[in-house]
């Protein structure tokens, strides 16, 4: 248990280092990748041994874990922001003012779906030029 931990700190502070390291553009936003990658690589690592490919599963939760903790409107790492600042403010939001943040949130969310999606595509062998 206390090596699975430690396995997963490791693996998020990956994820974190990764992350920055795209937003400041020192890694290429190519190397995201959506379910087209991920059935690809999963593909790949299930030949290499039922081992290899269950440390993937856990490395696509523990990334899917990851990005749903955000703190992205519409994602339960942006309810948690909500909490927060409830906490903070000792009431809630506005109505209108959750709603635009939830509709912005989504909005993010679809617009990544969809770059990454497009992103898979293009790195397929029919398109490559």
Do not use: C
């Not at 280092?17 to 937003?23: D, F, H």
């Not at 553009?25 to 299930?46: C, T």
């Amino acid at each position: 248990a206390a090596l699975g931990a430690r396995q997963t700190g490791d693996v998020v502070v990956m994820m974190v280092q990764g992350s920055g390291q795209i937003v400041t553009g020192r890694r290429s936003v190519e190397e995201l990748g959506g379910p087209i990658k991920i059935a690809k690589y999963s593909g790949e690592q299930l030949t290499l041994g039922w081992r290899a490919f269950a440390y993937f599963v856990a490395l696509i939760s523990i990334n899917l874990a990851f990005i749903n903790l955000l703190p992205i409107p519409a994602l339960d790492g942006g309810h948690l922001a909500f909490y927060a600042v409830e906490a903070v403010r000792r009431k809630p939001l506005g109505q209108q003012s959750q709603e635009w943040a939830f509709r912005t949130g989504m909005a993010l969310v679809l617009a990544l779906m969809l770059f990454v999606t497009i992103n898979d595509l293009i790195s397929l062998p029919i398109f490559a030029s």
